[in-house]
């Protein structure tokens, strides 16, 4: 076996058992950590598959970004210590059944197809030729869908600031 083999296998453990640990923990910042180590196995697996443009947007978009919110989310609201109730505990085990069902069933087609694994060369890399289409032919789009989303933090901002409660007049 092959280094790329063990890094793949190991990459793939960390993923499930991270996306495991994340739906069944009964604690929320357990569960939310506990997603890094499935987002780095994700990570690691389109590294490894040549897709660099995609490893990094995974670790700037969902590590950077959507873990560190649920973190402060937690964190700011003082629900640290919160643990779901059995009616969440069970459905989440209901969830996981349904999901290793799935999953058996995906198996099982893909055994039973035509398809073939092969050895496949790796991408020469993504991100020089996205980076051209960003950059060139699609700059208007790209300049667009910028300032739209710095619209949208800057009116997020604007909603969520609270306003001081007005003084109490002197008695």
Same mark, same amino acid.
């Given at each position: ?27 929320? *910042? ?30 700037? *978009?969902? *590590? ?57 060369? +790796? ?5 020089? #030729?996205? #980076? ?34 007005? +003084?109490?007049?002197?008695?």
């Amino acid at each position: 076996m092959g280094a790329e083999v063990i890094l793949f296998w190991l990459f793939a453990a960390m993923a499930v058992a991270g996306g495991l640990m994340a739906a069944l923990l009964p604690r929320i *910042v357990h569960a939310v950590f506990s997603l890094l180590l499935c987002f780095v196995g994700v990570t690691g697996i389109y590294a490894l598959a040549g897709a660099d443009f995609l490893a990094v947007t995974q670790v700037v *978009v969902y *590590v950077g970004g959507v873990l560190v919110l649920f973190a402060f989310g937690v964190l700011l609201t003082g629900r640290t210590a919160l643990a779901l109730g059995d009616k969440e505990v069970r459905h989440r085990k209901t969830g996981l059944l349904f999901g290793t069902l799935l999953a058996a069933g995906l198996v099982t087609a893909i055994s039973g197809s035509i398809f073939r694994t092969s050895a496949a060369t +790796p991408a020469e890399g993504t991100t020089e #030729g996205l #980076g051209k289409l960003l950059l060139g032919d699609y700059i208007i789009l790209f300049e667009f869908a910028s300032v739209l989303l710095l619209v949208a933090l800057i009116g997020a901002a604007y909603l969520v600031r609270r306003q001081a409660p007005p +003084p109490e007049p002197p008695q």
